[in-house]
């Protein structure tokens, strides 16, 4: 294995738990750093990439951005909801210091530009589609 290889490796397993983190994190964002975890895998060891889009867990947010190319618009108006709901959370029961109040709601305001207009909006019937 070269050492490329296991930077990337490395790489991404660290993407890959930045992503999980994610999962129950306000603000910080699952999807593409799961892409990002995908891609790296892809790129340095195909068994690893297997097992992270055939995941039962993680595999869904994978195949869903790979075979639709983007989100649908009830899926992204979802996600933008529940960031925003544990955003607000975090921000009154958990965060008293202002400075770290003001950089969670600008981390979630960055994730909601990227979410609402970077990432690709896909139609309904599309993503129904391809769950058939």
């Known amino acids: 294995m070269t ?4 930077i990337l490796i490395v790489a991404g397993t660290v993407s890959l738990g930045v992503g999980i983190v994610g999962i129950v994190v306000p603000g910080l964002p ?20 297997q097992y992270l889009v055939s995941n039962k867990y993680v595999g869904s947010y994978i ?7 983007g989100m649908s618009l009830r899926a992204k108006i979802y996600a933008i909801l529940m960031m925003w ?11 008293e210091n ?3 109040k003001l ?7 960055l994730g909601t ?3 609402g207009f970077i ?11 391809n769950k058939k």
């Open 3 to 6: 050492v490329i290889k296991v």
């Open 30 to 49: 699952t999807t593409p750093f799961l892409l990002l975890t995908a891609g790296l895998y892809m790129r340095s060891s195909d068994t690893l990439y």
């Open 63 to 69: 195949n869903d951005f790979r075979t639709n190319k």
């Open 85 to 95: 709901t544990m955003i607000t959370l975090s921000c009154i029961f958990l965060v």
């Open 98 to 100: 202002t400075p770290t």
């Open 103 to 109: 950089l969670i709601i600008s981390i979630g305001i």
């Open 113 to 115: 530009i990227i979410m």
């Open 119 to 129: 990432i690709p909006t896909i139609s309904n019937s599309i993503s129904n589609k």
